[in-house]
């Protein structure tokens, strides 16, 4: 199932301005990757990239090879669609569908991607995706309730089952704690760790405790200054990064010198 | 020292606390007056209205009757046949120009920013602004001054929709800017086409301001006179023909009745007026509720 991602020598764009230059890295399938640095540096926007949703905005767009199994996916003769039906996101802020209920939140990609499907089936892949985001036993008398009405942490669990219903290769996350309380953040990151058992999960976060818990490796992106382009610092072993970094700027942004 | 600064300052401050709560209410009061003198003409029109031609309408024969041999002189008849005349030319406007407008904002919101969006939007901006007389006397140059067509109700609705349609442009943009881009790049993130997520996610989303807008588009037409006036006429007897023939209305009929308004020999003339324009706000009014209605009951009940 789960994929590995390489880039190389990415160099992303809005409209003429260099958000973000000289990216490479490998992120190995299965595994969780954590995403840090500060506030505008460019975390989201490599993070956007992977699966081209950045394009979303006019303008944007990326020089260099992101490799998905060895298959570049800005390749010309390749759909964006396509790209983000094997790569799922989640986002900051849980964002159900409001006019669907929670099944048709979690069918929605299902149902929207390809016409006719069973019932039966789309029953059974409800059922195992909010298993999967551990929601099953808090919603599964309410099904044909609102999405909107369930908490903020229930919500984004939610959004977590609406992306793996489609089965995807990689799951993306946007800061996807950030507005969260601690409870609901812990079981986003107890569910974490049980679907990096079938997924590549790459997680961008402010929390550095949360990228030492769930991660197993960690990237640090930084700015040179303002106005120029964020770049990759380093990418090791979290407990490495954590405690004994190769690069004097990822120690001062963890030590809380910078930042 | 300390305590005589301390209690200066809060004395000040105290001042400042009663010119700051004057000020507010001060600010209350106005809003309030405002308020009801807005409300003034609205509520006076309303009781005229109703007081005028409420025994008009509630007449047996009013809702089943045309104004077929009825004379300024004498009693009776009813507004069926404007009704239907009314109900056509709209139903045929709304029909045509409710595509056309969803098109455009979907255009302007999802895929706008070009050159050609700032020129439509340009366009619908005149097009709001321009008189139902000269939308009429357009109509009136192409169809039948041009292409030799005779007067008919059908040329009534071309001409409303060129009013209808910015209306329903405006409101449709103002609630696609309402739904959060956050739905559109969920929707995208589940690799679901541009397409799909405009008519799964985002329209779906904007129901029910859409059909308010829809409604205020109805609203703005179902009144319109000049476009009668110059482009079907009126006939006091039912003609269901789109195409061909003068046709009754509510507004027609309102007109045909104006020069008797204060003419006491034709008092029965002067009451139909009422009654007709009464009717005209009950059914456009009716028509809102109907469609708010249906609205929420589209929606999933929160």
Known sequence: MAKRIDAKNLDIYYGKFLAVSEVSFTIAPRSVTAFIGPSGCGKSTVLRTINRMHEVITGAHVKGDLLLDGENIYDSAIDPVEVRRTIGMVFQRPNPFPTMSIYDNVAAGLKLQSGRLKKSDLDDTVEKSLRGANLWEEVKNRLGKPGAGLSGGQQQRLCIARAIAVEPQVLLMDEPCSALDPISTLAIEDLIQSLKEKYTIVIVTHNMQQAARVSERTAFFNLAGVGKPGKLVEIDETQKIFSNPSDPRTEDYISGRFG | ?302
């Open chain 2, 1 to 302: 020292m300390t305590t005589a600064a301390a209690l200066t300052s809060t004395l000040a401050g105290a001042s400042k606390g009663g010119l700051r709560s004057f000020k507010n209410s001060l600010a209350t009061v106005l809003v309030s007056a405002s308020f009801c003198v807005a409300l003034i003409p609205l509520v006076w029109l309303l009781w005229t209205v109703v007081s005028k031609g409420l025994k008009t309408i509630t007449t047996s024969q009013w809702w089943t009757h045309s104004q077929r041999s009825i004379t300024f002189r004498r009693p009776g008849g009813g507004v069926s046949h404007a009704i239907l005349g009314t109900a056509e030319q709209v139903l045929v406007c709304t029909i045509i120009s409710v595509p056309i407008a969803l098109l455009v904002a979907i255009f302007l919101i999802e895929y706008g920013g070009g050159a050609l969006a700032k020129v439509t939007s340009f366009m619908v901006d005149i097009l709001t602004g321009i008189p139902s007389i000269v939308a009429a006397l357009f109509i009136y140059a192409v169809f039948i001054t041009t292409l030799g067509g005779q007067r008919a109700g059908i040329y009534v609705s071309l001409a409303l929709v060129m009013l209808m349609v910015p209306v329903i442009v405006r409101t449709t943009e103002e609630m696609l800017k309402l739904v959060p881009n956050e739905l559109r790049e969920a929707s995208y993130a589940l690799g679901v086409p541009k397409w799909k997520t405009i008519t799964k996610i985002v329209l779906p989303t904007a129901y029910s301001g859409i059909v308010t807008g829809v409604m205020l588009g109805v609203a703005r037409v179902a009144g319109e006179t000049a476009p009668l006036l110059i482009l079907v006429g009126y006939s006091p007897d039912t003609n269901s023909n789109l195409l061909s023939g003068f046709q009754g209305s509510l507004p027609g009929m309102i007109y045909s009745q104006v020069p008797q308004l204060g003419n006491k020999r034709f008092h029965y003339a002067a009451d139909r007026l009422w009654g007709t324009a009464l009717t005209l706000i009950l059914i456009v009014m009716v028509l809102n509720v109907g469609a708010r209605l249906i609205a929420r009951r589209s929606k999933i009940a929160n």
